[in-house]
């Protein structure tokens, strides 16, 4: 089993749609959960940042961690075609140390 | 924002030869870096951690003595490929560690 478990997807969707993207994890103690935007042939950009359990938002994004259920998720209200990129999760025990990324989806939003 | 590069963007060696990367925090110094592989369509893989000035600590099942880090300065890294292989073909990211970790544009390395 993978520590960190991603639906890679591809995932299409029209503007303006709600997007959801999930990943489980197998470690508990997993305390720090980001949400990383990757375009191709780029470098990760770091979008939401999340402390143990709760929700976090962020202009049209929102990120959600339950740590009973080890799920985790990232939401885009009005998904535009801009946000068509690859969503990695990513999270660590210690923050920025020994970070655990997901497979990464990869998300299309059609004009 | 803290910016991150890295040196080349795309290489392309021959089999057997041995290749440089170099990874440079431009307005920030980062007593950690990260390095990455990234294969297509799959995660990003932690590689190693550089702390300046001390030996890398490499994850398991990667071969310290094929990957090179060294982490002269605070403000860069570098990873050299040594006798590289087709199998070592792969995009290649480091990150610098200051309030959070911040990703290089990374690398694509071509091994033929």
């Known amino acids: 089993q993978k520590e960190v478990e991603q639906d890679p997807g591809p995932l299409s969707v029209p503007e303006g749609a709600i997007v959801s993207l999930n990943c489980t994890y197998s470690?508990?103690?997993?305390?720090?959960f980001m949400w990383y935007r990757q375009y191709s042939r780029k470098g990760p950009e770091l979008l939401m940042y999340t402390y143990s359990s709760g929700n976090k938002e962020d202009g049209r994004f929102t990120a959600q961690v339950d740590k009973s259920s080890k799920y985790i998720s990232l939401f885009i209200r009005d998904s535009q075609p801009s946000d068509s990129a690859t969503y990695l999760c990513?999270?660590?025990?210690?923050?920025?140390?020994?970070?655990?990324f997901g497979a990464g989806t990869r998300l299309t939003v059609k004009p | 924002g803290a910016v991150v590069s890295q040196h080349p963007s795309w290489v392309i060696c021959k089999s057997g030869t041995s290749v440089k990367i170099e990874c440079r925090s431009l307005d920030f110094q980062a007593t950690t870096m990260f390095w990455y592989r990234q294969f297509p369509k799959q995660s990003l893989m932690l590689m190693a951690t550089s702390n300046e000035g001390s030996k890398a600590t490499y994850e398991q099942g990667v071969e310290k003595d094929k990957f090179l880090i060294n982490h002269a300065s605070l403000t860069l890294s570098t990873l050299t490929v040594t006798s590289a292989h087709p199998e070592d073909s792969s995009f290649y990211i480091c990150?610098?560690?200051?309030?959070?970790?911040?990703f290089g544009p990374g690398t694509r390395l071509t091994v033929t």
């Open positions: 470690n508990s103690a997993f305390q720090y």
């Open positions: 990150s610098a560690s200051f309030s959070e970790q911040y």
């Open positions: 990513a999270m660590s025990e210690v923050s920025n140390i020994d970070m655990r």
